[in-house]
């Protein structure tokens, strides 16, 4: 697989609190959808039992993937940046059944290790892919009634679509540019059912009650039928 570009987030850890870095002790496994710890769903999403194999598009430092191989699955993480999957092999080192690969995650979709059982992704690859492509690439890479779900900010009223934006790099590089697919509740549902997949939902989580923070979280899922 060639190497991705260098990632504007390589830098800063996604799939857990800013305090998650290279140095820092290995926390407890938790699983969230949500940048709110502790809050919305979790793992009932996926609706999978130990040995079922998942996979995590843009897992970033592994808590999410890690604990869902120390609740017995069979997890497989791909992300774009190396530095992040440095830190998650540092973090969990000691979970058994967590494989993970460095990479662009359409080119891992386009030769999978095999079908999944469940596709997810949380604030990841599935927000900074174009639909068009990732929703067929998923769907293919799924075993007959193997759920996809993905987590990601709701969309602005009235700016739909492809959305870019400037992120801070090295103090010594240009800014990165990068891009997010945002849409409505309702096209998410009929951009899945249209490759495929059913029992699809779109729903939004609201934020915890306390704290300062009012934006919410929009979840999609669906089923790739038998």
């Given amino acids: 697989m060639t190497p991705p570009r260098s990632a504007p987030w390589s830098t800063s850890p996604r799939n857990g609190p800013p305090a998650l870095t290279a140095t820092a002790p290995p926390p407890a496994t938790s699983f969230g959808w949500t940048l709110h710890p502790g809050h919305g769903p979790g793992t009932e999403?996926?609706?999978l039992r130990p040995g079922r194999r998942v996979l995590d598009l843009g897992c970033g430092a592994?808590?999410?993937?890690?604990?869902?191989?120390?609740?017995?699955m069979?997890?497989?993480g791909v992300d774009a940046s190396a530095v992040q999957l440095a830190r998650a092999r540092e973090h969990w080192e000691d979970v058994v059944g967590?494989?993970?690969?460095?990479?662009?995650a359409l080119a891992f979709l386009a030769h999978p290790t095999g079908p999944f059982d469940?596709?997810?992704?949380?604030f990841g690859a599935a927000y900074s892919t174009a639909p068009g492509q990732l929703l067929p690439a998923v769907h293919g890479a799924l075993a007959p009634g193997g759920v996809f779900a993905m987590s990601q900010h709701p969309a602005v009223d009235g700016c739909y679509g492809c959305q870019a934006s400037y992120v801070a790099r090295g103090p010594d590089e240009d800014p990165a540019v990068v891009k997010r697919w945002d849409y409505p509740a309702p096209t998410w549902v009929a951009l899945l059912e249209e490759h495929g997949f059913e029992e699809v939902t779109a729903v939004l989580l609201p934020p915890p009650r306390h704290?300062?923070?009012r934006l919410g979280t929009l979840l999609v899922r669906g089923v790739r039928g038998g």
Avoid: C, T
């Fill in 118 to 122: 469940a596709v997810y992704s949380v």
């Fill in 62 to 72: 592994g808590r999410n993937l890690a604990h869902l191989a120390a609740l017995g």
């Fill in 45 to 47: 999403v996926l609706a």
């Fill in 74 to 76: 069979r997890a497989v």
């Fill in 98 to 104: 967590m494989e993970l690969h460095w990479g662009d």
């Fill in 211 to 213: 704290g300062a923070r």
